[in-house]
């Protein structure tokens, strides 16, 4: 599995949108020049619009559909660009503003989820963070990206967030690599306390979580993070940016991996025991 072959969902979708443009322009009986003056645009601006190696904001689109007389195609152009864009979301720009927000902008899908499946090989499920691991993990974040850091304020909004999982009547299943219990973020106490809620997490009857042992044989390699929402949305998370995946062919392959990583995980007392290992390893 591959950044390229989520990307090309995010590609079709500003092709589609791009292409969208074009038939509009062709139909209104203008030449691409002749769009450009009517916009106000150097000629190679409407051709790399028209081409979809350049993202129109929602102005440049008003201005298009102006141009062509073409309002009425207005409102279904803008939520088609809308809709790319949420497809593959630059951190940098997510987070201008600091992490507060986007941690809110998710609640809204947390609550209409009712299964949802999590794999992470980096860091503790955002769902399991503590307050204290939650913020010194954001607190990196910030400073990586160079934004505001409301780390503590944004790491309250994701604890809060995380309350679903006490919802009897949603499903949860996590699956973490062993490695991820040794990553510290924050001092040894506060990793003591995120451990220790690891293992109240076990408990939890509607909760699944999974660790795949350093030692297991492998058939699934390891992956950049990602969560399933119910079968219709997939989101990948990696460095720079997320993506957020629709398309049924994709989210089967994630599906399948998902399936893969849990088979070689371990559940209940074993898991348990991998935990406790780790709290005892602290200083």
């Known amino acids: 599995m591959s950044y390229p072959e989520s990307l090309s969902s995010v590609e079709e979708a500003r092709r589609a949108v791009a292409g969208q443009l074009g038939a509009i322009r062709r139909d209104a009986g203008l030449t ?6 009517l916009c106000g645009w150097h000629p190679s601006k409407r051709s790399r619009i028209e081409n979809a190696r350049t993202r129109p904001s929602e102005e440049d689109i008003r201005s298009w559909c102006r141009a062509c007389g073409a309002e009425g195609q207005l409102a279904d152009l803008i939520a088609s660009s809308r809709d790319a864009d949420s497809m593959y979301r630059e951190w940098k720009r997510v987070h201008t503003g600091g992490l507060k927000r986007a941690q809110n902008s998710v609640v809204p899908l947390y609550q209409r989820t009712r299964h949802m499946r999590v794999y992470c090989s980096n860091v503790i499920p955002g ?3 503590t307050v204290g691991y ?18 503590e304020e944004a790491a309250i909004a994701r604890a809060a967030r995380s309350e679903v999982i006490y919802d009897a009547g949603r499903r949860f ?10 990553f510290r973020f924050g001092d040894s106490e506060v990793m003591s306390r995120q451990l220790t809620y690891l293992l109240s997490i076990l408990a939890l009857p509607n909760v699944s979580f999974g660790i795949i042992p ?26 720079s940016a997320d993506m957020n995946i629709t398309r049924p062919g994709e ?11 849990a088979g070689m995980a371990a559940h209940g007392s074993a898991a348990r025991t ?6 005892d390893g602290l200083d």
Do not use: C, H, P
């Open 32 to 37: 691409g020049l002749e769009l450009a003056v």
């Open 127 to 129: 769902l399991v963070q």
């Open 134 to 151: 939650a913020t010194a993990l954001l607190s990196s974040i910030a400073e990586f990206e160079n934004v505001v850091n409301d780390a």
């Open 173 to 182: 299943a996590m699956l973490i690599e062993e490695d991820v219990l040794y």
């Open 214 to 239: 350093r030692t297991a044989v492998r058939k699934m390699w390891t992956l950049e993070g990602f969560v399933i929402y119910d079968d219709t949305q997939v989101q990948v998370e990696t460095l």
């Open 251 to 261: 989210i089967t392959v994630y599906l399948r991996a998902f399936r893969e990583l």
């Open 274 to 279: 991998l935990i406790q290992e780790a709290i």
